[in-house]
């Protein structure tokens, strides 16, 4: 079948990828997870016309908010267990190091707008909630919800599903049948580690992009809606400088998508950027820091991509197969590459 053609094909293609991006490295650049090409092309057209890195990450991550992409981005994805969508969002400036963040962001469409506010018109980093969405309105943003029929159906069905799967361990009634609320049983049990993972396909597709202006200059920015039932009040990695995206602008910078949760327990994208530093190029740095998030959780889905300063580019993965869009001139175009499994 095409499918199983495909399969055979896939390591083939990992290989000529990672060789490629040896070759293809110069600035301005674009890059970002996933095959979000329409976010990596409006990024790159405001470069391109001589707009700043700022406006590039903002003006990219929102076509992704608006177009929904892959359901994990945006509005209308992502219900957690009450059926309400959350916006997780963050931009950060190499020059100057300021970031802004929003996380469980409520009835307010354009997340990294509000991140981008909260970096230029706060001295803090990252505001959450219904306090984010009271911020959001005091800047002028629009409040409406962020349920459709879509995201509403598909929290309906897993109600009827017994609320499965959910993020919950260690409660009663028994979260693996049941749906809460739970509560700690009487004699609750010493900590111990779950391996299972709730994650599914589709479950983790932040949008993370690094912009490198043509004089060097980069920034960095994600957004997503989130783990689909998380429970209500998650944040995630992606408002996190360090874990769902880090710029540095003496190096580069490098953001990641996957298992939230696990991933900012180590900060990959702030290591990711101190290999660079230290001399690694970025397919290599990628691949290490996945390397030791693997060591401590076997069972994790995540993947880096990864730019240096020179604008030569990498990517690694574990648990799912990973693509990420990149645009610079020697490109041409809006390309997409395999990011090799770790």
């Known amino acids: 079948s095409f499918k199983l053609r495909a399969m055979a094909y896939f390591p083939v293609a990992v290989a000529l990828c990672a060789l490629l991006t040896l070759a293809l490295g110069s600035v301005p650049i674009v890059i970002n997870t996933w095959p979000f090409t329409n976010a990596t092309a409006k990024a790159w057209s405001v470069l391109a016309s001589g707009g700043s890195r700022l406006d590039a990450i903002e003006q990219g991550c929102h076509v992704c908010e608006i177009e929904r992409c892959d359901g994990s981005v945006g509005y209308g ?10 916006l997780d969002a963050m ?6 190091h300021d970031v802004g963040s929003v996380g469980c962001l409520k009835r307010v469409k354009a997340a990294i707008s509000v991140a981008r506010s909260v970096m230029e018109h706060t001295t803090q980093t990252l505001l959450v909630g219904d306090d984010a969405t009271r911020f959001a309105t005091e800047m002028g943003f629009q409040q409406e919800s962020l349920q459709t029929d879509q995201s509403r159906a ?3 069905e897993w ?17 693996k049948t049941t749906c809460g609320p739970y509560y700690l049983p009487d004699n609750s049990p010493s900590w111990k580690r779950d391996p299972s993972n709730s994650l599914v396909e589709g479950n983790h597709d932040t949008i993370g992009m690094i912009a490198i202006d043509k004089d060097g200059n980069v920034a960095g920015g994600t957004s997503t809606n989130g783990l689909t039932f998380k429970i209500p009040g998650r944040v995630g990695d992606s408002p996190i400088a360090g874990a769902g995206a880090y710029v540095d602008n003496e ?7 996957g298992d939230g949760d696990t991933m900012m327990r180590f900060l990959p994208t702030y290591q990711t950027v101190e290999s660079m530093r230290m001399g690694m190029d970025p397919q290599t740095a990628a691949e290490s820091v996945i390397r030791r998030i693997e060591k401590y959780y076997p069972n994790f889905q995540g993947g880096v991509v990864a730019v ?6 990498g990517a690694a993965t574990h648990g799912f197969n990973l693509t990420y869009s990149v645009r610079n001139q020697k490109l041409g175009a809006v390309k997409v590459f395999v990011a090799p499994e770790v």
């Open 77 to 86: 994805g992502s219900p957690n267990e009450d059926g309400e969508t959350t």
């Open 91 to 96: 931009i950060m400036d190499g020059p100057t």
């Open 154 to 156: 598909q929290w309906e």
């Open 159 to 175: 109600k009827s599903k017994q609320c499965q799967p959910n993020f919950w361990k260690d409660v009663v009634p028994n979260p």
């Open 251 to 257: 190096v580069g910078g490098a953001a990641a998508t």
């Open 308 to 313: 240096n300063k020179t604008g030569h580019f």
